[in-house]
């Protein structure tokens, strides 16, 4: 079966509810999950917009995450899921458990989001369908595991440069300077999860967040839905009129997703050099994004052909994952093809705890 990328989605922009933060958890060093705010950071605003951030400042000591990452990022989420339970929980006379259709993480809606726009990047997603609700997990591709297989020390170093430029604009307490003298580690996580819909499509997906911003220090549980987050990115200082062109096509599309499906209002980007140092820092406001890249995007046409792959998805995934998994496979520069694979193959991702606790 094929799902074919060419009909035109620059209609109007489909009914999605505002997103709302319904929980929260935290990711330790040792990747273990904790149902509290340790890891919540606080936006501590630069005095000025010149800066001079040195992101290999520590670097020999960084803590990167490892390969085996995407699978306990999707059991974390999941143990969230159990431990609160009673926040989704469907309607008894529904014919689910849960309340969302649909459950992934916000990356993973934002990597559907600008398909239309990536002719170049596969991709794959898999579902996996359980009491009436799909899970959705994205799978590194040949291509990706041969990218990941083969980073230099200079891809590696590249990547570490977002996570230290947070360092330098966040802090563990509000109002206190950040300390940029220990150091990065990259395992550390707080997330958020949120509610959102997208026409009548509930969905709940969760997301790393960077900062909030807060004046006073917030304590467990947190008023999570009045919080207000600040996204932080990085980003090649812009020379001329073709980098700026590169800027608004490749990276705004990303920024604006990203931030638009969890509720961000902001984004600092601070711009840096070919050394590593960051210049100078610009605030966007994510509202703007569409419109200062309207010649290369339109934020409906993302989201229509996000609603249609997820119709796609819900008419193709019949069976409970412990028959069939769905394996959707973006081609480059091709359509999205359809494979049915077993259940006991490398594609699954509902670990047996989840499945069975559901039995209870
Ligand atoms: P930048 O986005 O500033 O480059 P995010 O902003 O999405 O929370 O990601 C934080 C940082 O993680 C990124 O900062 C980048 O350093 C690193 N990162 C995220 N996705 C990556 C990827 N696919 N490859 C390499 N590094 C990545
Ligand atoms: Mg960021």
Same mark, same amino acid.
């Given at each position: 079966?094929?799902?074919?990328?060419?009909?035109?989605?620059?209609?109007?922009?489909?009914?999605?509810?505002?997103?709302?933060?319904?929980?929260?958890?935290?990711?330790?060093? /040792?990747? +273990?999950?904790?149902? !509290?705010?340790?890891?919540?950071?606080?936006? $501590? %605003?630069?005095?000025?917009?010149?800066?001079?951030?040195?992101?290999?400042?520590?670097? &020999?000591?960084?803590?990167?995450? /490892?390969?085996?990452?995407?699978?306990?990022?999707?059991?974390?989420?999941? #143990?969230?899921?159990?431990?609160?339970?009673?926040?989704?929980?469907?309607?008894?006379?529904?014919?689910?458990? @849960?309340?969302?259709?649909?459950?992934?993480?916000? =990356?993973?809606?934002?990597?559907?989001?600008?398909?239309?726009?990536?002719?170049? &990047?596969?991709?794959?997603?898999?579902?996996?369908?359980? #009491? =009436?609700?799909? $899970?959705?997990?994205?799978?590194?591709? &040949?291509?990706?595991?041969?990218?990941?297989?083969?980073?230099?020390?200079?891809? @590696?170093?590249?990547?570490?440069? =977002?996570?230290?430029?947070?360092?330098?604009?966040?802090?563990?307490? %509000?109002?206190? %300077?950040?300390?940029?003298?220990?150091?990065?580690?990259?395992?550390?996580?707080?997330?958020?999860?949120?509610?959102?819909?997208?026409?009548?499509?509930?969905?709940?997906?969760?997301?790393?967040?960077?900062?909030?911003?807060?004046?006073?220090?917030? /304590? !467990?549980?947190?008023?999570?839905?009045?919080?207000?987050?600040? &996204?932080?990115?990085?980003?090649?200082?812009?020379?001329?009129?073709?980098?700026? +062109? *590169?800027?608004?096509?490749?990276?705004?599309?990303?920024?604006?997703?990203? +931030?638009? @499906?969890?509720?961000?209002?902001?984004?600092?980007? =601070?711009?840096?050099?070919?050394?590593?140092?960051?210049? *100078? @820092?610009?605030?966007?406001?994510?509202?703007?994004?569409?419109?200062?890249?309207?010649?290369?995007?339109?934020?409906?046409?993302?989201?229509?052909?996000?609603?249609?792959?997820?119709?796609?998805?819900?008419?193709?995934?019949?069976?409970?994952?412990?028959?069939?998994?769905?394996?959707?496979?973006?081609?480059?520069?091709?359509?999205?093809?359809? /494979?049915?694979?077993?259940?006991?193959?490398?594609?699954?991702?509902?670990?047996?705890?989840?499945?069975? +606790?559901?039995?209870?």
């Amino acid at each position: 079966m094929v799902f074919r990328i060419n009909k035109p989605w620059d209609k109007d922009f489909p009914y999605f509810e505002r997103p709302k933060a319904i929980g929260y958890y935290s990711i330790d060093s /040792t990747r +273990s999950i904790c149902f !509290d705010s340790s890891q919540l950071t606080y936006y $501590y %605003p630069p005095k000025n917009n010149e800066v001079s951030f040195d992101l290999n400042h520590g670097i &020999e000591c960084v803590r990167r995450k /490892t390969s085996t990452t995407k699978h306990d990022k999707i059991d974390t989420f999941l #143990k969230w899921i159990m431990n609160n339970f009673d926040k989704i929980r469907a309607h008894p006379d529904s014919n689910r458990w @849960l309340q969302p259709h649909i459950v992934c993480f916000r =990356g993973l809606l934002s990597r559907i989001m600008k398909t239309p726009y990536d002719e170049r &990047e596969g991709w794959i997603i898999c579902a996996a369908k359980w #009491k =009436g609700t799909i $899970y959705l997990m994205a799978f590194d591709t &040949e291509a990706d595991t041969f990218e990941l297989n083969n980073r230099t020390e200079k891809d @590696l170093q590249f990547s570490s440069w =977002g996570f230290k430029f947070e360092q330098y604009i966040l802090s563990d307490e %509000p109002n206190k %300077p950040p300390d940029t003298s220990k150091p990065v580690d990259e395992k550390e996580e707080f997330c958020c999860v949120f509610q959102s819909r997208l026409r009548e499509r509930k969905l709940l997906y969760a997301a790393e967040m960077d900062g909030v911003y807060s004046d006073k220090l917030l /304590t !467990d549980p947190l008023p999570i839905e009045n919080l207000k987050f600040i &996204e932080l990115k990085t980003s090649r200082i812009v020379d001329n009129e073709r980098q700026f +062109s *590169n800027l608004k096509k490749f990276k705004f599309i990303r920024w604006w997703s990203q +931030s638009f @499906l969890v509720g961000i209002e902001n984004i600092l980007c =601070g711009f840096r050099d070919d050394k590593g140092i960051v210049r *100078n @820092l610009k605030n966007y406001r994510v509202a703007d994004l569409p419109r200062i890249s309207e010649r290369f995007w339109s934020a409906s046409t993302t989201m229509n052909f996000c609603d249609d792959f997820l119709k796609y998805v819900e008419k193709t995934v019949i069976n409970d994952c412990n028959k069939t998994i769905y394996k959707f496979e973006r081609i480059p520069h091709s359509h999205i093809i359809v /494979t049915e694979v077993s259940p006991t193959s490398e594609y699954a991702f509902l670990p047996e705890w989840f499945i069975k +606790s559901f039995n209870k």
